[in-house]
């Protein structure tokens, strides 16, 4: 069964801070971790993608993936303003273009000025 | 990246009529696009993949002939939604696979909010 667990918010923090969003999954098969930025009346933007377990770090993102307990991360730091929108998390089986893409419901992000 | 267009933005139809979404990859060719749905506070459901020149492949639980896609050619996909209802009132978003073919890489248009009345 294919299915991501996302905690979907609103999480409201102040400017500056440090944010952790985070997704759980049941399906162990997957390999592929994304974490995909939208927002309001737009199409998600690839931010991050993580191939298996590990982090991977692009300035002030970290993704974070952790296949023995299901459970990846996304950290932002020195969050702005601009930083406000909906981050979903994605996973897929296999680097294959056939392999279609599972979401989470995406977490609902609000950086306080 | 690559750049994705849909249309309609939006669209409000009547129960019973039919509704075309197009999808377009306007600055390279792609071989494989995908459709998701996005119904409200709910995930992005992959409905299908859509491949030029042959017959999409749809998810279980997705009525192909209710949602009709032709990828007739490497810069456009069109769904269209048949005999419309209200419970099909969603968020339709079209992706492209990128030119490396990786899953990770595909790029998405900015959806099309459908509303069926």
């Known amino acids: 069964q294919k299915e991501v667990e996302q905690d979907p918010g609103p999480l409201s923090v102040p400017e500056g801070a440090i944010v952790s969003l985070n997704c759980t999954y049941s399906?162990?098969?997957?390999?592929?971790f994304m974490w995909y930025r939208q927002y309001s009346r737009k199409g998600p933007e690839l931010l991050m993608y993580?191939?298996?377990?590990g982090n991977k770090e692009d300035g002030r993102f970290t993704a974070q993936v952790d296949k023995s307990s299901k459970y990846i991360s996304l950290f932002i730091r020195d969050s702005q303003p601009s930083d406000s929108a909906t981050y979903l998390c994605a996973m897929s089986e296999s680097g294959g273009g056939a392999d279609g893409l599972t979401f989470g419901k995406g977490t609902h992000l609000i950086i306080q000025p | 990246g690559a750049v994705v267009s849909q249309h309609p933005s939006r669209v409000i139809c009547k129960s019973g009529t039919s509704v075309k979404i197009e999808c377009r990859s306007l600055d390279f060719q792609a071989t494989t696009m995908f459709w998701y749905r996005q119904f409200p506070k709910q995930s992005l459901m992959l409905m299908a993949t859509?491949?030029?020149?042959?017959?999409?492949?749809?998810e279980q639980g997705v009525e192909k002939d209710k949602f009709l896609i032709n990828h007739a050619s490497l810069t456009l996909s069109t769904l269209t939604v048949t005999s419309a209802h209200p419970e099909d009132s969603s968020f339709y978003i079209c992706?492209?696979?990128?030119?490396?073919?990786?899953?990770?890489?595909?790029?998405f248009g900015p959806g099309t909010r459908l509303t069926v009345t």
């Open positions: 859509s491949n030029e020149g042959s017959k999409a492949t749809y």
């Open positions: 399906n162990s098969a997957f390999q592929y």
């Open positions: 992706s492209v696979l990128g030119p490396g073919g990786f899953s990770y890489e595909q790029y």
């Open positions: 993580t191939y298996s377990s």
